[in-house]
């Protein structure tokens, strides 16, 4: 029997720059059908001509062996074409069911029919295995939900239009999502697939390609690489040919004992609220990674030291001062930056230029420019940003450029030591690596760095040393290289034990 879905000799140009060649892809009903390749390899692009969003400029879409060619995403959709986009376009103060039937609500009498709308959101919920018990329901407000739970809103919403929804397309639907969520997202599409739908699965996150994708496809420059079954490659193979280099040359080497220099910062009995008996020092030179669970208190270590979510006991030191910042600009002052873990809302203004951006944090707490020696455009090539120039507004640029922007907006500051929350998260493989080398850079020049991260192959990778956190407190310490079954035994076994005093610790 002939695929569900082909496309056949897809090409593309904008303006004369041509960014698809000649592409081929198919799709089995039932598949899960991983797209991968770094930025600006044509994954997005390929799959907006599906959805009818660009028109190509040659090649043939078929669905069934019918040749369709769509001029406007109203008629994918009537096809059976169904698209999950990177951003959100929720009405948080809105219900599920009113999210579900935006734009195409049901009527009757010239009216628009809720109950219509909220009898097929549930069934469409009761199909997918979701009930009320997991705090979805018809009538429930987003702007209540978790984001996992907004994500699958969001594939809600693509079904509810059209229940001959055949081929389901998700842009990097994990990407704002912590492990655990991911794993209920995971288990919504093999729900998904087991209804028959093709599902095509566009990741940067390798290790869920491997764990959910019957076979995976490889773009590179708007060009298919490879196509093959996840079964007979491993993630070494994808990246040869994503990016032209082995895995090994994804993390830099770690630091050697004699190249750690002086404390940068020390924590004694550090706690508050969501934080107990806080024991932390970190060295110049030195990338400290900090591991744990969802909710065991990695963020809110980061936000404390930043005096964001302040510490309410113990004694801290940045350098040679006793300071325990009670707000982000006393941190900032000290000589500590926090690279947040959602770059979009928190990091950077996306409007702006990259100018205004790598400068947000000079003009508004400090009187100091780029450091000693060097201008703004040195600073920006000391990050290696990729950009048209500084006047490009940061919203064009990629997830990777957009984090070295955010990583330059604080160097501009003079840290003494970084903290990094999920530097990678929702970047390419090209620009992890990129990335991964620049931290390792700066730890050479004398940061300290504290680096927190969802993803174990990275912070293993990456650190000289591990925390392991539970419960708001370090469980334990491993040291670099320890392994994947360590550090999970460590955080599953304290997240198990009876939680003690808030108030141990208390200095």
């Keep these: 029997m002939p695929a569900m879905l082909t496309m056949q000799g897809v090409s593309k140009s904008f303006l004369g720059v041509r960014v698809l060649h000649g592409v081929d892809l198919d799709l089995e009903a039932g598949e899960v059908h991983a797209l991968v390749g770094e930025n ?40 059976g074409i169904g698209i999950i986009h990177q951003e959100f376009a929720l009405l948080p103060h809105r219900t599920v069911a009113e999210n579900v039937f935006l734009g195409r609500e049901p009527t009757r009498r010239g009216l628009v029919d809720r109950r219509a709308m909220r009898e097929h959101t549930a069934r469409l919920l009761t199909e997918l295995g979701i009930g009320a018990a997991e705090g979805l329901t018809p009538d429930t407000p987003v702007r209540e939900l ?18 001959d929804v055949r081929v389901l397309v998700m842009d990097e639907p994990t990407a704002p999502l912590a492990d655990h969520e991911a794993g209920l997202l995971h288990d919504l599409v093999r729900r998904l697939a087991a ?11 390798l290790r869920e390609v491997f764990e959910l994708a019957d076979r995976v496809t490889v773009l590179k420059d708007g060009r ?18 994503m990016v032209g280099r082995e895995l090994s040359a994804y993390y830099p080497p770690r630091a050697r004992p004699e190249e750690l220099g002086a404390l940068r910062l020390t924590v004694t009995g550090g706690g508050n609220d969501r934080l107990h008996a806080i024991d932390l020092r970190l060295r110049a030179g030195e990338i400290t990674g900090v591991a744990g669970l969802q909710g065991s208190g990695r963020t809110s270590l980061a936000r404390a030291l930043f005096g964001a979510a302040p510490f309410t006991r113990g004694r801290m030191t ?16 000290a000589g500590l930056a926090l690279v947040t873990e ?74 003494q030591v970084l903290i990094v929350d999920e530097p990678t998260r929702g970047v390419d493989v090209g620009a992890k690596a990129a990335i991964h080398t620049l931290i390792r850079e700066l730890a050479r020049d004398g940061l300290a760095v504290l680096l927190i991260t969802s993803e174990l192959p990275e912070l293993i990778g990456m650190s000289d040393r591990v925390l392991v956190m539970a419960k708001g407190r370090i469980a334990g310490e491993l040291p670099a290289g320890a392994g994947e079954e360590d550090i999970m035994r460590l955080a599953t076994s304290a997240a198990e034990r009876p939680a003690t005093s808030a108030a141990e610790g208390a200095v």
């Design 318 to 333: 940045v350098g040679d001062r006793e300071l325990r910042p009670s707000r982000p600009r006393q941190a900032i002052r």
């Design 146 to 163: 978790s984001v996992a739970r907004q994500q699958t809103v969001e594939i809600v919403k693509s079904l509810g239009g059209a229940s």
């Design 342 to 415: 959602d770059r979009k809302t928190e990091g950077l203004a996306l409007r702006q230029s990259v100018r205004d951006n790598a400068l947000l944090v000079t003009r508004a707490v400090t009187t100091k420019g780029p450091p000693a020696g060097r201008s703004l455009a040195g600073l920006l090539d000391r990050v290696r940003l990729q950009a048209r120039g500084e006047d490009q507004q940061t919203q064009y640029l990629s997830g990777g450029n957009q984090q070295k922007v955010v990583i330059a907006k604080w160097l501009a500051a003079h840290p």
């Design 40 to 79: 600006g390899a044509g994954k997005s692009t390929l799959m907006k001509v599906l959805a009818g969003e660009h028109v190509p400029d040659e090649g043939v879409i078929r669905l069934d062996g019918t040749a369709h060619r769509f001029g406007h995403p109203a008629q994918a959709q009537a096809a």
């Design 195 to 205: 209804r028959g739908l093709g599902v095509l699965y566009i990741s940067h996150r």
């Design 224 to 241: 298919r690489v490879t196509t093959t079954r996840t079964a007979d490659t491993d993630t070494d193979r994808v990246v040869r040919a």
